[in-house]
């Protein structure tokens, strides 16, 4: 242990200050987050945040076009102005789904008159490979999508084979994005 004298005097002068000095140490946690990009879908009608799909000619489809897979309508989401860096986009879509094929979105109670039909996603390139409603990480973007859009497709389908039946289908998908 090492002791130092201080004379008296000093120790006086120490004493009488009223603001005494001390070491504080203080520890900052942050997590700092980029900006995430401006995220713009195209395809049907409305705005860059908004859309109405029509499936079909003037929103007429068939049931045989159902069952055959015809009935479908593409759509485009852009992600734009993203941070530098941004290498991964993720994307979850949310919505009511079947309790039969938890990657068909069924009609809004209410104001549709179908049963049995349901509406899948997939991307555009890749309509075999539908996506699971509510679960994270179902797209996850390829670096082109991230510079040119994510193409993707809807498609009516029955969610229980041969029960489906015809009239108004309306339903919301929501579609939230994760960056890194």
Not at 4 to 26: N, R
Not at 48 to 59: A, E, F, K, M, Y
Request: charged residues 15%; hydrophobic residues 35%; aromatic residues 6%.
């Amino acid at each position: 242990m090492k002791i130092t004298q201080i004379k008296p005097f000093a120790l006086l002068l120490f004493c009488s200050t009223p603001a005494m000095a001390a070491d504080i140490s203080i520890d900052f946690t942050a997590t700092i987050k980029e900006s995430t990009c401006s995220m713009k879908i195209s395809g049907g009608a409305g705005t860059d945040s908004h859309q109405i799909l029509t499936i079909g000619s003037n929103g007429a489809v068939g049931l045989d076009q159902i069952i055959n897979g015809t009935a479908t309508a593409d759509f485009k989401i852009t992600a734009t102005n993203c941070s530098t860096g941004t290498s991964k986009i993720s994307t979850k879509i949310t919505g009511t789904a079947s309790g039969s094929n938890a990657k068909l979105l069924i009609s809004q109670t209410g104001t549709s008159t179908t049963s049995n039909i349901g509406a899948a996603f997939s991307r555009k390139n890749n309509t075999s490979q539908q996506f699971t409603l509510n679960a994270d990480g179902q797209i996850i973007w390829t670096k082109d999508e991230i510079a040119n859009g994510l193409e993707l497709t809807t498609a009516l389908a029955e969610t229980t084979a041969g029960k489906g039946t015809t009239g108004d289908f309306n339903a919301t998908a929501t579609f939230s994005f994760s960056y890194e």
